[in-house]
């Protein structure tokens, strides 16, 4: 039976249920479906722990889940998976012992073989097979990294309307004062031209501040076929021939992903905005004398998200993946990185990231952090082009 694992068939759980849609199958003179098959079919993850917790049955969204095929799930138990204090365990057993549905939220899955956050976990008795458990995983970190994303777009749209101000009632009087301090610094002695040399300066560097922030305005984008590798060898040349030149690159591609629908001027931008953040968390670490930026591609089956309010769903397969071994983001302002002046950075704006996912909006994508001490990842999903266009190509 599909997905099964070291059951047999007169004692698989879903034996039961098939014998019992024989007879109703000669009862209604037709063939009623396959349990397994109808499990297997679902796209969230589904498994089944025998009483002793041993995996019985796990869906191919399970595997993908899990990182494991079911042949190397057969013979397994969750305990292999995860520590035996884990909370997961306790729910099991109010779950055998009250013969009662239960659901967890906010469960987090940590161990050398996996880590998963934020999972919500129903289990459920299967009664035909005494002191078995069905477990239903939903992983509900890319909805709340969504989320997140719209937040933190609609800040960046505030953004953008104090920038229009900005640049209308500072920019210009702004022009004065700077053509104002470099006339004086040509008639001033030199203890007077620092003081007008360092008001020209500042002035420069708040126009240049307004500039960064009338990038966030809703201007529509240009989108094309872009190949990602082609990008990740652009920005990777950049960094390696200045500010990483000191620092070691490993790439991971996957050499069939199709192009991105998408700028490629802009995405350029967003990869070299997040390793030139790698690179520096690595330098302000400990890990600067062996610090390691790692480039990732991989086509993911499968993966859409429904825009909250809206009947549009994104398909985004397109996985890329910038990952260090810096000493990590904190927990202070994780929960508000891409907001717009957040920055762990004494000198930062806290505008680099805000742009970053700005950019990944705007191209209908969706952006993602993991973080912990020695090891950093931001996940970009991308949309790719259309099929038709793919073969135009």
């Avoid at 021939?241 to 931008?269: C, K, M, W």
Wanted: some cysteine.
């Amino acid at each position: 039976m599909t997905g099964l694992m070291k059951i047999t068939p007169e004692r698989s759980m879903f034996a039961v249920v098939t014998r019992g849609a024989t007879a109703s199958h000669h009862a209604h003179d037709r063939r009623a479906p396959d349990p397994s098959a109808l499990l297997s079919a679902l796209a969230v993850p589904v498994v089944v722990l025998s009483a002793d917790n041993l995996f019985c049955f796990a869906n191919q969204a399970a595997e993908q889940f899990l990182g494991l095929s079911t042949s190397q799930l057969g013979g397994m138990r969750l305990s292999d998976l995860l520590a035996d204090d884990h909370p997961i365990f306790s729910l099991l057993a109010q779950v055998r012992l009250a013969d009662v549905t239960i659901a967890d939220h906010d469960m987090n899955f940590e161990s050398p073989r996996l880590r998963k956050a934020g999972i919500t976990v129903q289990a459920s008795p299967f009664p035909e097979e005494p002191g078995s458990v069905v477990l239903v995983l939903q992983d509900a970190s890319a909805a709340r990294a969504l989320d997140r994303q719209l937040t933190s777009r609609s800040a960046a749209r505030s953004v953008a309307g104090m920038a229009a101000i900005l640049a209308h009632e500072v920019k210009n009087p702004l022009s004065g004062i700077r053509g104002a301090a470099q006339l004086l610094e040509a008639s001033v002695g030199d203890a007077d031209r620092e003081l007008t040399v360092l008001i020209r300066e500042e002035a420069d560097r708040i126009r240049d501040l307004v500039d960064r922030m009338e990038v966030f305005g809703e201007k529509p984008i240009e989108r094309g076929a872009v190949n990602i590798h082609r990008v990740l060898e652009r920005v990777r040349r950049l960094a390696q021939s200045g500010f990483a030149a000191h620092i070691g690159f490993r790439e991971i591609y996957d050499p069939s992903l199709p192009s991105v629908l998408g700028n490629r001027d802009q995405l350029v931008q967003v990869i070299l905005n997040l390793v030139k953040n790698a690179a520096e968390s690595i330098t302000s670490g400990e890990t600067a004398t062996h610090g390691e930026i790692v480039l990732t591609t991989a086509y993911q089956h499968g993966m859409r998200l429904a825009v909250p309010g809206s009947e549009h769903r994104m398909q985004l397969p397109l996985l890329v993946c910038v990952r260090d071994n810096g000493p990590g983001i904190s927990d202070d302002i994780m929960p508000n990185l891409f907001d717009p002046f957040v920055s762990s950075k004494p000198s930062g704006s806290g505008l680099g990231l805000a742009l970053v996912a700005k950019i990944i909006a705007d191209h209908g994508g969706l952006i993602e952090v993991d973080s912990r001490p020695g090891r950093t990842e931001f996940r970009l999903h991308l949309p790719i082009l259309p099929d038709d266009k793919q073969d135009m190509l």
